[in-house]
Structure formats: structure tokens, C-alpha cells
């Protein structure tokens, strides 16, 4: 059924107003502007990353493959901290799919954890990339202004300035990237796949979305208004998008999922093939590991 309770729906509308009240727009501009590349700043992963110590215990040769950038954005008016591995025997002769996952301060531990996809041949060579802060900040808060509040400026720093900038240094396959999000990341994630044809460029051609935040909206409009808008001017969705939820999330919020799973479906988009996968013994805060394992094994698999 691909109408939702428009009682629920007003609720959330409110919610969301209540949240969004004040948020000004961004002036958005579609490529690296002169002081944006003279921030960027590219080296070793450091030492004073909160969870340097973590990854470290996972692989203490993984300081030889993580590498650290820091970009500021003018239009967000902020600095990312950005974390990239590039996998075993990189050459740079070769293209290789890059996997951009949101949320990057609680990613870097699955830089370890995947490579072993890639050292034991089960996926290809692929590099890995996460988006996150500096230290001191409030991820909370500052999440939701870039996967909430703002979520085109965030698309625009992603697609406009992070993409193009890491193509030109290393050996990206254009027609081969994947972006993740979780939660509020997942709801974002729905954002840039029915933004994907205008401000995403099509830039990606896979699409991880976790546990998504259907409670989430932006401008009082919801992750299926976004799609209804798509649709009317969209019948094909050249894509893969793979989603999960974890079993043991409370049963309203995997409903409105399944709901959201349903009306896309319907659609029947051509060139989208969709994965729906609830998650067995994971809630909210731990299906994403378990989630981003499976879906690289399905985007980028070696076993036919």
C-alpha cells in the first residue's frame, strides 16, 4: 500500500518544522573554489583520531594504508575529516570502485574489518572512504545538519568537491561507486538516490541504505516525497540498492520501512534491482557491520 497514514504523517511534519525552524539555505556552488584546495591537507591517519587506538587493535599495520584528509566546504562553512584506504597492491595504472560511506567517525574501524574481503579475494580491489569530523565535535548535532537540515549542500560537497578531488589522485572507476548510510545517514541516502539524476549527477551506481530514518524529513518533506518527485519525471532508476533493517529494531519503525520497500517496488523502475534484507540478532546499532559486509560481497563479489 503505498499511501501512509497521513495522521502519523502530520505528526512528523510537525516534528520535523520544529526542527528545521531557522535552517537557512545554502549557496551552492558545482566545483572546488580556489581556498577550498588550498585546505586540503592529506597524510598519515593520526595518532589523536578517537579511535586510532581501536583500529590500531584491529590491524596494527592499518596505519600504513589509512591515509587522512582534511577539506574545508565554503557553502557548508565547515572542515571534514576524511579517511581513505586504498587497497592491497593499488596501482595506479588501474581503476578501481571507490565506496564512500557517511557518518566516517564511526566508520573507521571498517576499514580493517573490510579489507579481509579484499586480501582473501571474495570481492575486488576496491577503496574505501569515510566522511567524518574533527574531534571535538558534537557528531550528533552536526550529523543532522548535513544528513537532515541540509542535505543538498552535503550531496553538493560529496558529488562536486570530495569525488572529483579524490578521482584526481587516485585511480577512481568513474561508472563503479557506492554510497552508504545509516539512520539518519540512511534517510540521507534515499535523499541522494531520488536527487541522484540532478544534484548527484549520477554519480553513484550503488546505493547502501541502512536502517533508514523514515520519521526524518527536510522542508516538512519525507524520504517518500522525495521519490514521488522522482517518479514524476523518472520512470527508469538505473541502479542497485541494497537495504537493511535490524530484526530486533522496534516493530514501527521496521513497518514504515517495509511500507517505504513497498511503494518502490511498485514503481517498477526500470534498470533498479533492490535488495531487502531484515538483519537476524541486530538492532539499530549494530547492523550496519554486518549490513556494508553483505552489500560489497553483492556489488562487488568475486563468487558468480
Known amino acids: 500500500m503505498i499511501a501512509k497514514s497521513r495522521v502519523l504523517k502530520v505528526i512528523m511534519m510537525i516534528s520535523c518544522g520544529m526542527l528545521l525552524f531557522g535552517c537557512a539555505k545554502q549557496e551552492e556552488v558545482d566545483s572546488l573554489l580556489p581556498e577550498e584546495r588550498e585546505s586540503i591537507v592529506l597524510g598519515k591517519l593520526s595518532t589523536e583520531h578517537e579511535y586510532y587506538d581501536e583500529v590500531v587493535m584491529i590491524d596494527p599495520s592499518c596505519t600504513e594504508y589509512i591515509q587522512e584528509l582534511t577539506i574545508y566546504d565554503k557553502e557548508i562553512d565547515d572542515t571534514f575529516v576524511v579517511h581513505i ?15 564512500v560511506m557517511t557518518d566516517g567517525v564511526w566508520r573507521l574501524s571498517d576499514h580493517p574489518e573490510l579489507r579481509p574481503l579484499m586480501t582473501t579475494g571474495q570481492i575486488q580491489d576496491v577503496i574505501l572512504v569515510s566522511i567524518g569530523y574533527p574531534n571535538d565535535y558534537d557528531y550528533e548535532t552536526i550529523r543532522e545538519r548535513d544528513l537532515v537540515k541540509h542535505p543538498d549542500s552535503y ?71 522525495f521519490e514521488e518527485q522522482y517518479f514524476e519525471n523518472n520512470q527508469d532508476l538505473n541502479c542497485n540498492v541494497y537495504i537493511t533493517v535490524g530484526e530486533e529494531e522496534d516493530s514501527n519503525f521496521v513497518i514504515a520501512i517495509d511500507q517505504f520497500v513497498e511503494q518502490i517496488e511498485e514503481r517498477n523502475y526500470q534498470g533498479l534491482t533492490l535488495k531487502y534484507e531484515k538483519i537476524e540478532g541486530h538492532g539499530h546499532n549494530t547492523v550496519f557491520k554486518p549490513s556494508i559486509r553483505n552489500a560489497l560481497l553483492w556489488f562487488y563479489g568475486t563468487e558468480e
Open 85 to 99: 584506504s586504498l587497497p592491497p597492491d593499488y596501482d595506479e595504472e588501474k581503476e578501481y570502485p571507490m565506496v
Open 155 to 225: 550531496l553538493h560537497f560529496i558529488v562536486d568537491n570530495l569525488v572529483p578531488y579524490l578521482s584526481e589522485i587516485y585511480s577512481v572507476s568513474p561508472d563503479n561507486m557506492t554510497l552508504t548510510g545509516h539512520s539518519y545517514g540512511g534517510y540521507w541516502a534515499f535523499y541522494a538516490l531520488f536527487h541522484r539524476d540532478t544534484i548527484g549527477k549520477n554519480t553513484f551506481q550503488n546505493y547502501y541504505i541502512g536502517s533508514p530514518s523514515m520519521q526524518a524529513c527536510t522542508d516538512l518533506q519525507f524520504a517518500d516525497d
